[in-house]
């Protein structure tokens, strides 16, 4: 599996050697185990911002955190601070915050090959639960991005819909973890001897003590300690990564070289007096400068397929604004996109709307829409391709969101191929709240050209589509796919 590091990609390779089936738990830690950071920070930055932390909450936070993180004290006691101060607030407002801070901050702390062992476990067809001290409401979307549908966590007092402000029972740390894992093993018939468990921090000693397979991943000093001691596994995961000076500065230089290369591109054209042989040098020559200074590699599988059908419509899974920096270095020349009516006055835009000529489409104007998408069947006719994300939007995470029908009926309209292109890894060299570029290598899977679709078979056929990007990211081809 391309991207793990050899220590991870030995666990995956034990979980796959083991026991199959649901009598075989794996349970994930939230905080600093499946994600970088504390989700709980996330929340109460928030309202922080917001100005919804009074001055006496604030110091009462402060003060039993120093207790009990420093002198000694209840470390949960902090926790019962932040949820005394959720008294009032409907349980529908509380969970649609979660849902925003996901898509806004947590999503992009998710590790990467944490994402990897929990697929191995599902795999498997291991039962997989996050079990965290965490309430409901800040694992809940992480965990639906994963694919994990049990919660073993702190569960918030909530009376017609409002917060109490008190947890259901005792909060979930340390020995209370243990136990509530125990308890979800009896009810689902989990073996606890055959399950895995994965955990970061001291506290999770009695949690990981509960299975045969206990993991210290990314563990604590304190952990690691343990681990070592116990004959523990440790991981040590890469955290997503975090804009730094060099990758700012990288694509800064990138940036302006993109701009000297579309610049020299145009300047062919004028000299040639060739304006089609000039913007394909511009996209081309732009792009791969661009990729080049920011130290961006291409790993690319049937590349041959990108030049086999033209014009074509290029179909590609978007989870960042490296795609399209990818696909121009890709496909080189004689291509266009749709892009939103927003895009049009966008300034980091602007050039590459003058050299691909984009179709703009006001999706609250369905007349305008429709005449800029018959203006662009009249060019694919005539010879350009058409790269589009049929996603509609980039995705937060790796997972793949469902295909909008536009592309393939334009495609079927014209009488042209789909091509397949699967990309990995953009989101985690510039995920898709960043302005920073990242080094790092892009895997792209460029699967078999489609030649047999139509009106009546679209649905089928986009369904099966969308099932081969999902299991070409899930099962990276290390050879050409064909």
């Known amino acids: 599996m391309s991207g793990l590091s050899p220590a991870v990609q030995a666990a995956v390779e034990a979980i796959e050697a083991g026991p199959s089936g649901p009598q075989v738990g794996a349970f994930f830690d939230l905080d600093g185990t499946l994600v970088a950071g504390y989700t709980a920070a996330t929340f109460y930055g928030d309202r922080l911002r917001k100005g919804e932390v009074s001055a006496g909450e604030f110091v009462r936070t402060v003060i039993t955190a120093v207790d009990g993180?420093?002198?000694?004290?209840?470390?949960?006691?902090?926790?019962?601070?932040?949820?005394?101060?959720?008294?009032?607030?409907?349980?529908?407002?509380?969970?649609?915050?979660?849902?925003?801070?996901?898509?806004?901050?947590?999503?992009?702390?998710?590790?990467?090959?944490?994402?990897?062992?929990?697929?191995?476990?599902?795999?498997?067809?291991?039962?997989?639960?996050?079990?965290?001290?965490?309430?409901?409401?800040?694992?809940?979307?992480?965990?639906?991005?994963?694919?994990?549908?049990?919660?073993?966590?702190?569960?918030?007092?909530?009376?017609?819909?409002?917060?109490?402000?008190?947890p259901v029972g005792a909060m979930l740390w340390g020995r209370h973890k243990a136990s509530g894992t125990r308890a979800f093993a009896k009810e689902h018939d989990v073996s606890l001897e055959d399950s895995y468990a994965y955990g970061n921090g001291y506290e999770d000693v009695a949690f990981l003590s509960s299975v045969g397979h206990p993991v210290a991943l990314n563990p604590h000093r304190g952990l690691r300690v343990a681990a070592q001691r116990l004959g523990w596994t440790v991981l040590d995961l890469r955290d997503p990564l975090t804009p730094s000076l060099a990758a700012l500065g990288r694509t800064v230089a990138a940036l302006g070289a993109m701009n000297t290369g579309a610049g020299a591109g145009l300047a062919v054209g004028l000299l040639t007096?060739?304006?089609?042989?000039?913007?394909?040098?511009?996209?081309?020559?732009?792009?791969?400068l661009a990729l080049t200074l920011t130290g961006v590699e291409l790993a690319v599988l049937n590349a041959d397929h990108l030049w086999s059908h033209r014009p074509a419509v290029f179909v590609v899974n978007h989870q960042s604004a490296l795609d399209v920096l990818v696909m121009g270095s890709l496909l080189k020349e004689d291509f266009t996109v749709v892009a939103k009516k927003e895009a049009r006055f966008d300034p980091r835009a602007m050039l590459g709307s003058v050299l691909i000529a984009p179709a703009f489409v006001d999706r609250s104007d369905s007349a305008q829409a429709r005449a800029a998408l018959d203006a662009l069947v009249e060019r694919i006719r005539g010879g350009t391709s058409l790269l589009i994300f049929p996603e509609g939007t980039r995705s937060v995470t790796p997972v793949l969101g469902p295909f909008r029908k536009g592309a393939f009926h334009l495609a079927v309209q014209c009488g042209v191929p789909i091509?397949?292109?699967?990309?990995?890894?953009?989101?985690?060299?510039?995920?898709?709240?960043?302005?920073?570029?990242?080094?790092?290598?892009?895997?792209?899977?460029?699967?078999?050209?489609?030649?047999?679709?139509?009106?009546?078979?679209?649905?089928?056929?986009?369904?099966?589509?969308?099932s081969r990007f999902a299991e070409t990211l899930a099962n990276w081809p290390e050879e050409d796919a064909g």
């Open 69 to 166: 993180e420093v002198l000694g004290g209840d470390p949960t006691r902090v926790a019962d601070v932040a949820f005394a101060a959720l008294r009032g607030v409907s349980e529908e407002t509380f969970a649609d915050l979660g849902e925003r801070l996901f898509l806004q901050k947590i999503a992009g702390t998710i590790r990467a090959e944490a994402r990897a062992l929990v697929r191995a476990h599902q795999r498997m067809g291991h039962t997989v639960a996050v079990a965290s001290a965490a309430t409901s409401y800040q694992i809940a979307p992480v965990a639906r991005d994963l694919g994990i549908e049990h919660l073993v966590c702190t569960r918030l007092e909530v009376e017609d819909g409002v917060l109490t402000g008190r």
């Open 273 to 288: 007096r060739d304006g089609r042989r000039g913007r394909n040098t511009a996209i081309s020559l732009g792009s791969t």
């Open 419 to 466: 091509v397949p292109v699967v990309l990995r890894n953009t989101g985690e060299l510039m995920w898709r709240r960043s302005k920073v570029v990242h080094p790092g290598v892009v895997d792209v899977c460029v699967l078999e050209p489609e030649t047999d679709w139509t009106a009546d078979n679209m649905n089928d056929k986009v369904a099966a589509l969308h």
